[in-house]
């Protein structure tokens, strides 16, 4: 009789479990927005941070999960007792996923870029009080200030401040090269986004080998991906009709997150008749905040009456200034001359917020005589004719950058408001650096706005994320419009 190895065969048994249960290091995410191109410095779309931010792209600063500014690029940094002048230390043995070197001189590039009188960059105005940028050596980089500014290190956090390299910007809308933890590989547009762990990088090295982004624009396909197992996560999943039958499924976890995402009624300011503050009053009082989240989003999302979130301690409730009242809606557009109402348009970006959103808001504005004609638009032509062409009478869109209200002193900004005293308030914040004065002046802010009606503010975006129950480490909030994976992982 032929004799068993047992002891071999124990060891081989023994490897194979191991090999069987250990951690999976690849993944696939699912978004329903795919970005218009990959340079987060010059657009606005909130879906190249989505992807991109953390990931790929790194800034001096960064926020992390729970919306704290931390140590990114920069490991530390001095400020001058007048606040004008800050000095950032580099970390050390930075490389660009090209090969070359991250030094000071990359930094001045940057952020010259960023504040250049020919700039692209969607938020240009978080680098106005910038006077100078000087390479004081390799790893030392002296920014000095016009006007104090008590949000530098915050606004070097944003999307928008990462760090390029010179030789990567011919290339960068379709091949990025940054410093993150993880490398572009591939871009097929209209499905997905491939990365690959990089190898040299300078930080802790993630857990996850290779990552994926799906883009699934249609609901009734998210759904369907999800339940089929296609993909291992959806982030800002887009159907939250569904999210009971995944709490019902050991096989998932979800997980609902807010957002810094004010969800707004957006009105030309500069276009009539909504640079009649009498009919912007209007509009905002013939809306049912509490349908729209119900209708639209299944009783997610937070009411807002300004453009503020909620769970920031300066918020100020002012939902009672253009709380749901119909016939004072009629009534300021009778007295605005429009008694017989009006007719405008409204563009609808792809979000199902804002095209569920669409059709709710429509039929509330006419029953106070406000006719909508609807289109529907994919990013990039929302990009073109509402955001830069200005080109539209409303339009549903949720801001997702962090405590944006700054937008509103920009008079050329898509809604084009602008107002000298508003501008004053932000330029008086701007070179506050005392918590208490900063607290006053963001109050007083979101009151010019709510009582001027510039926009009608709809909700606070919550932000359900759909995932394999064996995941760990996703964001749960959205202090900034990331699918950060550097902390992710797969348990046994």
Known sequence: ?????????????????????????????????????????????????????????????????DGAVIPGLAKDWEISENGLTYTFHLQ??????????????????????????????????????????????????????????GALLFNLAWGDAVMVAPESIDDIKSRPIGTGAFKFVNWVQGDRIEMERNSAYWG????????????????????ASVMAEDVDAFVGFPAPENLPQFEADPRFQVIVGSTEGETILAMNN???????????????????????????MFGLGTPIGTHFAPHNPNYVDLIDLSNFDPEKSRQLLAEAGLADGFTTTLKLPPPSYARRGGEIIAAQLREVGIQTEITNLEWAQWLEEVFRGK???????????????????????????????FVTIMETLNAETDPDARSALLKDAQRMIAEDHVNGYLFQLAFPTIANAKIDGLWENQPTQATDLTGVRWTE
């Open 92 to 149: 050390e043995g930075v490389t660009f996923h090209d090969g070359t070197e991250f030094e000071a001189s990359d930094v001045k590039f940057s952020l010259d870029r960023a504040r250049a009188e020919d700039s692209t960059n969607a938020q240009k105005a978080l680098f106005e009080s910038m006077d100078t940028v000087e390479v004081v050596d390799p790893l030392t980089v002296r920014v000095t200030l016009s006007q104090p500014t």
């Open 270 to 296: 500069k276009q009539p008749p909504f640079d009649n503050p009498l009919v912007r009053k209007a509009v905002a009082h013939a809306i049912d905040r509490q349908a729209i989240i119900d209708g639209a």
């Open 391 to 421: 080109n539209f009478g409303l339009s549903i869109v949720s801001h997702t950058e962090p405590m944006d209200i700054g937008i509103y002193a920009r008079p050329d900004y898509y809604f084009q408001y602008g107002k000298p005293d």
């Open 1 to 65: 009789m032929k004799r068993l190895n047992l002891g071999a065969f124990a060891a081989i048994s023994i490897c194979a479990g191991a090999a069987a249960h250990a951690a999976q290091t690849d993944i696939t995410v699912a978004m329903q927005l795919e970005p218009p191109h990959l340079d987060p410095t010059s657009a606005a779309a909130g879906a190249i941070d989505s992807v991109l931010y953390s990931n790929v792209f790194e800034g001096l600063t960064r926020f992390d999960a």
């Open 204 to 223: 802790d090295a993630p857990a996850l080998e290779t990552a994926t982004f799906r883009f699934i624009s249609d609901p009734t396909a998210a759904f």
